[in-house]
């Protein structure tokens, strides 16, 4: 090896250590790079992308081609060392040895660990750069990468193992909402909100969102027409039910805005309100909120009556029910009907019994069951098995309440205390 100047060996050296380097970061970055992303740069016509997408379609080749240069580097710099090491120390044991070791711990640091790291933390901007890259070489050393994967099939046919799609596997509906979660920096939280409330909409029933009996304003159909019309003038709805004889038995559901003419004029009766009643329509209470909100949009109505397996009336929903479970409260309607629950400084929270279960939790960040009743009235009637007093406390689920206030036997004000946390 005297032909070869000590200088240039040890150039040559730098150059195999540099190819390892490539190798080794291309391999991470290729395997590392986020295939959404890929598609997403592929579909808006970036080349890179594409190719990178055609190479991790084709992983075996992909890998093959990869490791195929980076042992061949990297044995070459291990020749190359003792070669050099040969020239400067002789043909001595400890001369070998060491020079083994300096190969190592360089192409460990220098050429494996480093590069892997820059490629694993850039993975998704040098995959798109790389693969313009890899398919030359690909391409050019196709078959002896064919030859060398037939080899490492037969051993996975021996092992009775089949290589798995090349397609990344679709997320689920759990990893889809870590994604969502971990978005901070990308989705302002109005928005991370709404994608969060979608992922739940699969598990919400009607019965969860619906406006409990007990608050459905409505019409008495035996009722006076001065008490019809009083009631058709003031209400902050656009529909109310009919009912006859009890306020289960709806008979119809009547559009204000219909009949608001009649009610000033004074020519409304009661055979003109049953004229221009629509037939109620009654929703099964474990409806899922996704299905009511297609059936909603595809027969476009706006309002149903949720009734329970014997037919007793449970409550209403609209379409605006299901559109403030998506995007969260508006800001219109009735008053006092926008404000929400907070903890005070006190570690203490006032809580309307009409709230639903499911908002109360997402407001504090509580877990109350949400199995049984759908209310927190519901919830404290159903614990206290009782009409309920001013001042009592019960402790449901682990969560400390208090009754401040009642009105005609139904909870009107819940004092929460905030969990201790261990």
């Known amino acids: 090896m005297d032909e070869y100047p000590l200088p240039a060996l040890l150039a040559v050296l730098v150059v195999l250590l540099l190819l390892s380097a490539f190798f080794s970061m291309t391999e991470t970055s290729m395997m590392a790079a986020s295939r959404y992303r890929l598609r997403h740069l592929a579909g808006q016509g970036h080349r890179g992308a594409r190719l990178a997408i055609d190479l991790l379609e084709r992983t075996d080749k992909m890998l093959g081609v990869i490791l195929l240069g980076n042992n ?22 400890w001369a070998l040895a060491a020079g083994t070791l300096f190969v190592t711990f360089v192409i460990l640091v220098f050429s494996e660990i480093t590069p892997k790291i820059i490629g694993a933390a850039n993975a998704d901007r040098l995959a798109v750069i790389l693969a313009y890259l890899l398919w030359p070489m690909l391409r ?29 596997a679709g997320m689920s509906t759990e990893e889809l909402r870590s994604v969502v979660l971990e978005s901070s920096h990308f989705v302002p939280a109005s928005h991370r909100e709404i994608l969060l409330n979608l992922f739940d909409l699969e598990h919400v029933t009607v ?22 019309a009083e009631k058709l003038a003031t209400s902050f709805h656009t529909r109310l039910p009919v009912y006859e004889g009890e306020p289960g038995n709806i008979i119809g559901v009547v559009h204000l805005r219909r009949l608001l003419a009649g ?13 221009d009643m629509a037939e109620p329509y ?21 309002f ?7 037919g007793e009336l449970l409550g209403l929903v609209t379409i605006e029910n299901i559109v403030e479970e998506i995007v969260g409260k508006f800001t219109t309607g ?25 908002e109360i939790n997402r407001w504090l960040e509580l877990d109350l069951p949400t199995g049984g009743p759908k209310t927190l009235n519901g919830l404290v009637v159903e614990h206290l098995r009782d009409i309920p007093v001013i ?9 400390a309440m208090e009754i401040v206030q009642t009105e005609d036997r139904r909870v009107k004000t819940v004092k929460i205390y905030r969990p201790q946390v261990e």
């Open 304 to 310: 149903g009556l949720v009734v329970d397996e014997y």
């Open 72 to 93: 061949l580097v990297n044995a070459a710099a291990a020749t190359l060392v003792s070669i050099i090491t040969i020239e400067l120390f002789g043909e001595e044991e």
């Open 391 to 399: 001042g009592v406390g019960l402790r449901v689920g682990g969560i």
């Open 207 to 228: 019965a969860d969102i619906m406006t409990p009996r007990g608050e459905i304003e409505s019409i008495d159909i035996a009722a006076p027409m001065k008490e019809i």
């Open 282 to 302: 009654f929703i099964p209470a474990e409806t899922p909120v996704y299905s009511q909100l297609r059936f909603f949009r595809e027969n476009r109505q706006r």
């Open 334 to 358: 009735m008053p006092g009907s926008d404000i929400a629950c907070h903890w005070c400084e006190e570690g203490t929270a006032l809580v309307d019994g009409s709230s639903s279960l499911r």
């Open 140 to 168: 050019a050393t196709y078959p002896l990468v064919w030859f060398i994967n037939l080899f490492s099939t037969g051993i996975l046919g021996v092992l009775r193992l089949k290589p798995g799609s090349n397609e990344a």
């Open 263 to 275: 009610s000033i004029s004074g020519i409304l009766d009661h055979a003109s309100l049953r004229a």
